[in-house]
């Protein structure tokens, strides 16, 4: 079965750091555009980054320089490393799978886990 | 990368046709021709049900369509049903390689 699982998640004072793992199965993550989405409590989604097939990474500028996506093809996992973190940086954080190489469609998504920025 | 524009809320009867639109600018919308569409229920992860501005994945029926004009894409719901009754997020191309959703819509079936 394709499926994302996320986990990381936790509360976290402001500045701190924290490192968000998405467990992927059925597919490899090397073979498809990888993102993450953000979802604040209440509010829509937020596209915070994507990692290409070649490994070029790109991020919104809400959080370029602060998180760097990667992933690891021996375990077959996603991560997103965020520092210098903000409490508008509290979320539900999704990994998800691009359908095509567009990467604005996104057609397997993990359950998320919850950032919590406060202090 | 400011989000694009969707009504915060529409509403329909059962088996009505409700249409949501998505509204960005010259650099987003307008510039590239691609846009996908997402139902979010309450609790749960969003589900992609129209991609590349008029196709459907495989299991969403067609009730749901899509379309683009410029820098405006829409998505309609047709014979509109309780299941229906969701939050609905456009998603786009906010520069050639970061991605953008819309401020989502709420769907209710009245």
């Known amino acids: 079965e394709v499926q994302l699982v996320e986990s990381g998640g936790g509360l976290i004072h402001p500045g701190g750091s924290l490192r968000l793992s998405c467990s992927a199965s059925g597919f490899n993550v090397s073979s498809k555009f990888m993102s993450w989405v953000r979802q604040a409590p209440g509010k829509g989604l937020e596209w915070v980054s994507v990692i290409h097939i070649s490994g070029d990474r790109f991020y919104a500028d809400a959080v370029k320089g602060r998180f760097t996506i990667s992933r690891d093809n021996s375990v077959n996992t996603l991560y997103l490393q965020m520092s210098s973190l903000r409490v508008e940086d509290t979320a539900l954080y999704y990994c998800?799978?691009?359908?095509?190489?567009?990467?604005?469609?996104?057609?397997?998504w993990g359950p998320g886990t919850m950032v919590t920025v406060s202090s | 990368q400011s989000a694009l524009t969707q009504p915060r809320s529409v509403s329909g009867s059962p088996g009505q046709s409700v249409t949501i639109s998505c509204t960005g600018t010259?650099?987003?919308?307008?510039?590239?021709?691609?846009v996908s569409w997402y139902q979010q229920h309450p609790g749960k992860a969003p589900k992609l049900i129209i991609y590349?501005?008029?196709e459907r994945p495989s299991g969403v029926p067609d009730r749901f369509s899509g379309s683009k004009s410029g820098s405006a894409a829409s998505l309609t719901i047709s014979g509109l049903q309780a299941d229906d009754e969701a939050d609905y997020y456009c998603c786009a191309f906010a520069g050639i390689f970061t991605r953008v959703f819309g401020t989502g819509t709420k769907v209710t079936v009245l």
């Open positions: 590349a501005i008029t």
């Open positions: 998800a799978r691009a359908y095509t190489q567009n990467y604005d469609d996104f057609d397997i």
């Open positions: 010259s650099s987003d919308l307008g510039h590239y021709n691609s």
